[in-house]
């Protein structure tokens, strides 16, 4: 049994490290070309070459479901062909047995994948932004026009936000402009910076411009009287360090789309959102289909499993694939709806990310038992069809 697993495991690797690589390959290559237009002379072929190498695990992420199902199901249908599957059957292997050997040599490959998804692909889209800062002058993720907005108790009742220009690494930022609002939600300070640093519970403003709004300043414009002072006073800082719970990996998650982002840094960036009346649905959502990831490469196994166990006479392996890249899109597609449809109805969380898996599990299991127990369904519908009775 360890001999058969070993040799399936490296069938079905070898196949899947060869989709992947074609998959990443023509995916790359039509970025590249969606791409050319930027270059010219600030920014050159070789700043697009650096690009693309920066998004190769993102799409290796993105990519590995539809490539492990597609190289499993060429490795089983190979192995059918082969009539190397027949021998384990008949050697004394049920179908379930088998499922049971695929599922145990997909378990490196979801260790694979939770690493690549909770440290190389947060790691590689933080270097992508930068580098898309730094050489086209934008950035993806949660940035606007107007550039990054944050909103944060000040913890004596009231609330700032804070829109920052440009962010980069370790915390550091560019053009910051802070609005501080009363506990009765009142503008009270209009502060504009250089630039500034996010340390451990802190934010460093350097070359401060602040305006200070007097608090009768309501009342004079609303009873038109004379204000007995002015209404704003103008300061100018070298410095002012504010109590803040933004820290940079904070800014980081706004950075980041929150499908890239790791586990714990979205959880944490949940708390923020949650703490400061946010909206999180989404984030809540992205969550879920992380920690639904890992198991949606033992659905794509198991969807592989009866289409490759089919008989060759029933189709060769060209057809096998092509089976299972339409399934492979259709889950997707599928998948993709579920979020869309699930976000608008406000389903919930769990249900967004685990049922399309749930489901296509069940079915493809389904199909399996039916393909083992076929001779005995055919059994049972020829004792209990009407026409055989009549025939005897």
Same mark, same amino acid.
């Given at each position: 049994? *360890? ?55 993102? *799409? ?10 597609i ?9 059918? %062909? ?17 499922m ?12 694979g ?49 804070i ?9 550091a ?28 519970g802190?934010?460093v403003?350097?070359?401060?411009? %602040? #305006? ?13 009287s ?50 400061? %009346? ?30 490759g166990?089919? %008989?060759? *006479? ?37 249900? #967004? ?25 055919? *059994? ?6 009407p ?6």
């Open positions: 049994m *360890r001999t058969a697993r070993r040799y399936l495991a490296r069938e079905i690797y070898r196949s899947s490290a060869v989709v992947l690589l074609a998959l990443l390959g023509l995916f790359t290559f039509f970025a590249l070309i969606e791409e050319l237009d930027d270059v010219g002379s600030k920014f050159t072929l070789l700043n697009l070459f650096y690009l693309q190498s920066l998004q190769l695990p993102t *799409r290796l992420y993105d990519l590995l479901p539809i490539g492990l199902l190289g499993a199901i060429l490795a089983l249908a190979g192995l059918a %062909q082969r009539n190397e599957l027949v021998i384990l059957r008949v050697s004394g292997v049920s179908g379930m047995k088998l049971a050997m695929l599922w145990t040599l997909t378990i490196p490959l979801v260790i994948a939770f690493i690549l998804s909770e440290i190389v692909t947060p790691a590689a889209e933080l270097k992508v932004s930068e580098a898309k800062l730094s050489l086209l002058g934008e950035a993806e993720g949660g940035r606007l026009a107007s550039g990054y907005w944050f909103k944060e108790s000040d913890g004596h009742g009231g609330n700032r936000i829109n920052i220009s440009r962010l980069r690494a370790s915390g930022v560019e053009d910051v402009t802070l609005y501080e609002f009363g506990p009765e939600q009142v503008l009270t300070t209009f502060s504009q910076a250089a630039k500034g640093h996010f340390g451990d802190t934010l403003l350097n070359d401060v411009k %602040q #305006t200070r709004i007097n608090a009768h300043s309501v009342s004079a414009l609303k009873d038109g004379k204000p007995d002072a002015p209404l704003t006073e103008l300061r100018t800082l070298p410095e002012r360090v504010l109590a803040t719970s933004l820290t940079p990996e904070r800014l980081i998650a706004r950075v980041l789309t929150p499908e890239r982002m790791s586990i714990m840094d979205l959880a944490d960036y949940i708390d923020y959102l949650k703490a400061n %009346q946010l909206q999180t649905e989404r984030q809540v959502v992205a969550l879920w289909r992380k920690m639904a990831y890992p198991f949606t490469l033992l659905v794509m196994i198991t969807i592989a499993a009866p289409i166990f089919m %008989q060759t *006479r029933r189709g060769g392996v060209g057809s096998k694939v092509f089976i299972g890249i339409l399934l492979g899109v259709g889950f997707f597609m599928l998948n993709q709806l579920a979020l869309n449809v699930g976000m608008l109805s406000k389903w919930a969380a769990w249900v #967004t990310a685990l049922v399309p898996n749930l489901a296509a599990l069940g079915i493809a299991l389904g199909a399996l038992i039916l393909m083992e127990n076929r001779h005995n369904v055919r *059994r049972f519908n020829r004792a209990n069809s026409w055989s009775r009549s025939a005897a």
